[in-house]
């Protein structure tokens, strides 16, 4: 096994992704409670003290608000962007602090992070594409829209976690308010099952050996619908684009399974 993740919880109610290389542990997000991210770490097999790092793709609550208090005890360091740093007003240690930039790779023990610039409505959101060994994972949450940026990055990966968050007939006729529910189908808001869909029939370039489907709305969507529209997405490529690849689901309640490459 040279690269592997597991997902400890995916929706709005907190989203944290656990990849390893060996002995080198980093959390893609902490949006779970500080309690809850060492409770889900430790029924992993992996213990708060055995992370090496934490990676943050934006100030939204659902994917920071456990960060300094999972931090508070523990020398690590934290890798995030500036603007993103300030409009989440974390306070943390400077010192432990490593400051990213879009489009610029850095390395965390080992493993080479690529972040790149996703269209969301936070103040510099980004997604990632992890290394090592020659095999590549993608986590992709957070964006209204699979921009030609974002599509370029998944290509090559051998493992995708790809935001999938709403159905849109029943986002439509669900309990939001319509501003919010114009948010949410914005070019900076989420993800619909449609959009993935359309992404994996025409853009997707077959090499990854799973898509593993997040960050779904508990009131907008379901596992079955997005499930059912990625497969069919899948299926109806042209034999010529025919792929082996799978699709799961992150459920937001519990962790879910290794994905080894």
């Not at 934290?78 to 489009?103: H, M, Q």
Request: glycine share 8%.
């Amino acid at each position: 096994m040279t690269l592997s993740f597991r997902v400890l919880g995916s929706s709005s109610s907190g989203n944290a992704t656990l990849v390893s290389a060996g002995d080198t542990h980093v959390l893609v997000d902490v949006g779970l409670s500080g309690r809850e991210t060492a409770r889900r770490l430790r029924e992993c097999g992996v213990g708060p003290e055995r992370i090496s790092a934490v990676v943050i793709s934006h100030e939204h609550g659902d994917h920071c608000r456990g960060l300094a208090p999972f931090v508070k005890h523990l020398e690590i360091p934290v890798f995030i962007a500036e603007r993103t740093l300030a409009a989440s007003g974390l306070r943390l240690e400077r010192a432990r602090l490593e400051i990213i930039d879009p489009g610029k790779p850095f390395e965390v023990y080992g493993l080479l992070f690529t972040p790149f610039a996703v269209p969301h409505d936070a103040a510099d959101p980004v997604a990632f594409t992890i290394e090592k060994g020659g095999v590549k994972v993608a986590v992709v949450m957070d964006l209204g829209t699979i921009s030609n940026l974002a599509a370029e990055r998944m290509k090559g990966c051998d493992g995708i976690l790809l935001e999938s968050n709403h159905d849109l007939g029943m986002l439509r006729v669900g309990p939001y308010p319509w501003a919010l529910k114009q948010r949410v189908m914005s070019r900076l808001g989420h993800l619909s099952n449609d959009a993935v869909a359309d992404y994996l029939a025409h853009r997707f370039d077959g090499a990854a050996a799973c898509v593993v489907l997040a960050h779904l709305s508990r009131n907008n969507n379901l596992p079955e619908l997005a499930l059912r529209s990625a497969r069919r997405a899948l299926e109806e490529r042209s034999p010529l684009r025919s792929v082996q690849t799978r699709v799961d689901i992150a459920h937001p309640d519990r962790i879910s399974a290794l994905y080894r490459f």
